[in-house]
């Protein structure tokens, strides 16, 4: 049965929510693809964002407070001051986003689990933002046929 929290979920095109130092970060769906934001403190929809893929990476921006960056223009889009190594590493891991010389991707990330469960639950809705340039190119085909693939082989 789809509820109203399907709804919203399906309205609102997040995909997974993850708490870390202290702040919320969802990944959605947006015209660009598969999108991270990080929420404001103390509210449910204001933030900035970044898209998810490989140009996507954690570093240290001029005064040496991590962030998360882009690497076709170099800004900074997402300012992480005040987290620890720790917590760093766990944002990495969560969403699939290279730190230094590792090469976590977004694919294979807990986000990315989340989202070919949404696209299944979703299809529809995801196919209405397959028709964007993703900065993930064929991401709604990959998470659809890993979906078939694990269903043939259970």
């Known amino acids: ?50 898209s998810l893929g490989w140009a996507t990476f954690i570093d240290k921006d001029g005064a040496a ?27 990495g891991a969560e969403f699939g986003i290279r730190i230094g010389n590792n090469t976590s991707t977004f694919v294979g990330s807990k986000a990315w689990d989340s989202l070919r469960t949404w696209v299944r639950k979703f299809p529809y809705v995801a196919e209405s933002y397959a028709r964007f340039d993703a900065n993930i190119p064929y991401w709604l085909e990959r998470a659809s046929r890993e979906k078939e693939d694990e269903r043939e082989a259970a």
């Open 1 to 50: 049965m789809f509820t109203a929290a399907d709804w919203m979920d399906a309205k609102l095109n997040t995909f997974h929510t993850a708490e870390i130092g202290g702040r919320t970060f969802i990944a959605r769906l947006s015209m660009e693809g598969p999108y991270l934001k990080m929420l404001d403190k103390d509210s449910m929809y204001s933030g900035k964002g970044v």
């Open 65 to 91: 407070n991590w962030g998360v960056f882009k690497s076709d223009d170099g800004e900074l889009r997402l300012s992480l001051k005040d987290f620890t190594c720790e917590e760093i590493a766990r944002l």
